[in-house]
């Protein structure tokens, strides 16, 4: 496959390709933008310098048990649970993903435009965004399978035709998050370099990668290189917790080996000036709920009287 002349990340190649510099700026806002938010200067450093940024208590209790008792009613719902955005672990018919989720619920609908949240993410993207996914990932105790090494750029670019680096994940904790039940581990710094895939994108691909990823992951040479240079960081911390993290920071997650089950909320946030072309992997787009191309008109803070109505 020819290597399009709006490709800036070329990726699912034929041959490894060295791994090069990211061309985008990681924090795009600039002069008084840049400070016009919640994000401190010393964050932002942060944010710039390690690909990610962790907030404990972001939620309080009574909120997440809110979404907590959403969820149980999701795991029994026929309906739901038919549904083509929703993933179960590989053999079983237990939960792994629910794609859409805001669509699902007007408590999460709200919680994607959080005037809080929608300031961060104006900060860091510098312009309005939408959401361009979101999900629920869960890890049943003793059963939940884990999540393979990669940069959610690298499959949204690839499979989705997102052009830039400009999108910006949101993975609020639901339940603690422990050493012991999966936690998610980043890598810090890695998503200042952009780590070109191997292997030709089957169509409807997304079947079988969302129950397990083989394609769109860096090479283990390529992972423990940068993993050596860089390190790994696993945050825990209790329910409510947010970890705010770029689109090409790499990342994974153990299996769920304890007894104690781990529900991570993810919304995905890109920026209205990077909205989806065609996938730069040649084949037809993914479904809207895994690469949104229907409804990207950009998100407004939510009222504070709405917040009280559904909170």
């Known amino acids: 496959m020819e290597t399009r002349s709006d490709d800036f990340y ?9 791994t090069f510099d990211r061309l985008d700026p990681v924090i795009h806002s600039t002069g008084a933008d840049r400070n016009d938010g919640p994000l401190s200067e010393t964050e932002l450093a942060q944010y710039e310098r ?18 907590r008792e959403d969820l149980r009613a999701y795991e029994h719902d026929d309906g739901v649970l038919r549904s083509e955005g929703t993933i179960t672990e590989p053999g079983k018919q237990e939960i792994r993903s629910i ?14 435009r959080d005037p809080h949240i929608l300031a961060m993410v104006h900060q860091l993207l510098g ?14 105790g003793f059963h ?28 609020i904790a639901l339940t603690d998050n422990t050493p012991f039940n999966g936690p998610l581990m980043l890598v810090p710094g890695s998503h200042k370099s952009f780590v070109p895939c191997v292997g030709r994108t089957p169509e409807d691909n997304y079947q079988s990668s ?13 992972l423990a290189r940068i993993v050596d240079q860089q390190g790994i960081k696993a945050p825990t911390g209790p329910a409510g917790s947010l970890i705010v993290f770029e689109c090409n920071t790499l990342h994974a997650s153990n299996a769920n080996m304890s007894p104690w089950p781990r529900s991570n909320l993810f ?40 917040l009280k109505r559904t909170g």
């Open 10 to 18: 070329p990726t699912r190649l034929e041959r490894p390709t060295p």
């Open 144 to 171: 939940g399978k884990g999540f393979d090494w990669h940069s959610d750029f690298e499959t949204w670019h690839a499979e989705d035709g997102m052009p830039r680096m400009r999108a910006v994940s949101f993975s």
């Open 267 to 306: 919304f995905v946030y890109n920026s209205v000036e990077n909205q989806l072309v065609q996938p730069f992997c040649g084949n037809k787009p993914r479904p809207d709920f895994l690469g949104n191309r229907s409804d990207t008109q950009a998100l407004r803070p939510i009222s504070t009287e709405d």
């Open 210 to 222: 969302l129950k397990k990823q083989e394609l769109g992951v860096p090479s283990d040479k390529e």
């Open 50 to 67: 390690d690909g990610f940024l962790v907030f404990n208590n972001f939620l309080d209790a009574d909120t997440v048990r809110r979404f």
């Open 99 to 112: 794609f859409g989720i805001h669509q699902l619920s007007e408590r999460f609908d709200q919680l994607t």
């Open 127 to 140: 312009s309005d965004a939408y959401i361009h996914q979101s999900r629920i990932n869960f890890k049943p």
